[in-house]
């Protein structure tokens, strides 16, 4: 028998009921009736400290949606998911990232085998790679040590490697060079190696499948330039590492699979910023550090498996994005770092939540009847303010945003003095931190006609000075941008995810979606290239412009 939709529940009903309580609520009320809103409804752990008391919730809300969380069998499935069940139902599989940062002695044993060890014996590996190519014991065809390290992938294989590097540059050896290559584009690879010598290159090549056109082409690519200028094929061996689940693939392409790094099916690919897919992380920071970003993340797990719910940041911030988005309906988040090194979180967060949760039907196939993953975007905080904030003060949607600030700056700067002034107090972090802090006071409180017309603004000008306020926002704070602190953060955003997944009942671990124009593409191809190719049989929008590209390009 299929279980009762989601919307049928009696504690679903009730979230219902309780929003024609709270959706005229203002922020601005919730707060003044209780002074002690903003310390008490805080959490933190592995860490992190979580302010979610800026969202248009109570007490009352909470438990109703930690009733919901708890009819849907969230702790049960969590278990489930630490203990290896197959809860990736449509690929048939564990989904087990929280292995790969289980600490060296401990077991799991999944299908026979202690994926814990399996997880550990590549890490020593990794890290004995790192090190010879840190030190410079790892020399290329000719003899130069390795100078530039070029990750090429796609998705989840180059997203978590390239998100990781920005965030944790401060850490990373400077006398290497890092390049990120993933669009098909031809220029992506171009520029990433412009000016660089073939013989100081190291290319990882990062592909769960080893099928993915973009990765292989890419990797042709790169073999083929490195040819030309060394050669010789045996210069292989000494540029090429690769990064997959797929060893005949590997040794397909001409990489010895004594230079391959595997991980497992039961990772999914924009969960594996912390297997071998993580290599560029390693050699840009050193194995140590990427342990402890390894601990982050497990202390965030244990800390997700143990906490209870009513402080469990994981289950918080997944169950307050489902209230914002399926009973207040906002249909997106803002993910708005208040770090330049977290430039690339927002597009990495893309990834994890929309193509984990960005799903129509239920696990059994049925039709959802409510609304999935919101659309997750963002920028450095900022940045952002002088752009897309108009919009979120000031627009007709709702944009729940999440701020992320660390409270110690990794690069102090003192604030210039004024003329004049002798001294300076607090540095150029603290104004950042202002305007994280500012922006969150103003979305909740904003400012009413009286204050305005208090200001003595003009009349007509009023109602544009107006901000309505109750605009909701979690605000995440670390004390320091270490790794451990941003494998915490990441494991935050993956167990939340989880979070939803199981409440909404969908498989957070397939991606079909993606398949369908990656299908149509390859075919699609050879028609481009084809003046005598047989007549086109798209629908007429397709078909005008693939004949408009190939008149362009004189075919
Ligand atoms: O976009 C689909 C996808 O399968 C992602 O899930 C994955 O991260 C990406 O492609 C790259 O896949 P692979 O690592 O197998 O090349």
Not at 222 to 241: I, N, P, T, Y
Not at 402 to 410: E, R, S, T
Not at 532 to 540: E, I, K, R
Request: contains cysteine.
């Amino acid at each position: 028998m299929k279980e009762r939709s989601l919307t049928g529940k009696p504690q679903w009903k009730a979230l219902e009921e309780h929003l024609a309580w709270m959706a005229p609520r203002h922020l601005r009320e919730l707060f003044a009736d209780d002074p002690e809103r903003g310390a008490r409804m805080a959490a933190q752990g592995a860490g992190l400290y979580l302010d979610y008391s800026k969202n248009r919730v109570n007490g009352e809300t909470l438990d109703l949606l930690f009733a919901l969380a708890r009819a849907r069998g969230l702790e049960e499935r969590r278990e489930a998911m630490f203990a290896g069940a197959r809860i990736n139902v449509t690929e048939d599989r564990p989904t087990l990232h929280v292995a790969l940062r289980m600490p060296a002695g401990s077991k799991l044993v999944v299908d026979g085998e202690d994926v814990v060890a399996d997880v550990h014996a590549v890490l020593e590996r990794m890290a004995a790679f790192c090190n010879r190519v840190r030190s410079g014991q790892w020399t290329g065809h000719t003899g130069k040590p390795i100078r530039n390290i070029i990750n090429i992938g796609i998705g989840g294989s180059d997203l978590g490697p390239v998100m990781a590097y920005e965030a944790l540059r401060f850490y990373s050896q400077r006398e290497l060079s890092f390049h990120f290559v993933s669009n098909v584009d031809g220029t992506d690879f171009t520029e990433a190696t412009r000016g660089l010598d073939p013989a100081e290159t190291l290319f990882i090549v990062c592909s769960k499948t080893f099928t993915t056109l973009e990765t292989l082409t890419n990797a042709h690519a790169a073999r083929a330039w490195c040819m030309q200028s060394l050669g010789d094929e045996a210069a292989v061996a000494k540029h090429f590492v690769a990064v997959s689940t797929n060893a005949e693939g590997v040794e397909a392409f001409g990489i010895d699979t004594a230079n391959m790094f595997g991980f497992w099916d039961w990772v999914g690919g924009r969960y594996s910023m912390d297997s071998a897919i993580g290599l560029s992380t390693m050699l840009a920071i050193g194995p140590e550090r990427f342990h402890e970003m390894l601990a982050g993340f497990q202390a965030m797990d244990e800390h997700f498996r143990l906490a209870p719910m009513e402080r469990n940041l994981p289950v918080l911030m997944g169950l307050l994005g489902i209230w914002n988005n399926n009973f207040l309906g906002a249909n997106t988040v803002a993910v708005l770092p208040y770090s330049q090194y977290l430039s690339r979180f927002p597009a990495y967060l893309q990834q994890l939540t929309m193509e984990s949760n960005g799903k129509h039907v239920t696990a059994d196939g049925s039709r959802v009847d409510y609304q999935t993953a919101p659309v997750y975007w963002g920028e450095p905080g900022t940045n952002g303010q002088h752009s897309f904030y108009q919009l979120i003060h000031q627009g007709t949607r709702l944009v729940p945003c999440d701020f992320i600030g660390f409270c110690h700056p990794l690069n102090p700067l003192p604030l210039q003095a004024e003329a004049g002034a002798d001294t300076v107090a607090g540095d150029q972090h603290d104004l950042l931190i202002a305007n994280l802090l500012a922006q969150g006071e103003s979305l909740a409180f904003g400012k009413t006609p009286a204050q305005v017309e208090a200001e003595g603004t003009a009349d007509a000008l009023q109602a544009h000075r107006v901000f309505d306020g109750n605009r909701p926002s979690n605000t995440i704070l670390a004390d320091r941008l270490t790794p451990h602190a941003l494998g915490s953060l990441v494991a935050l955003y993956e167990h939340s995810v989880f979070v939803q997944g199981t409440l909404w009942n969908i498989d957070s671990f397939d991606q079909w979606g993606v398949e369908l124009g990656k299908q149509l593409a390859t075919p699609l191809a050879e028609e481009l290239k084809a003046k005598d190719a047989p007549a086109l049989t798209h629908d007429s929008s397709t078909n005008t412009l693939i004949q408009r590209y190939r008149a362009v390009r004189g075919r």
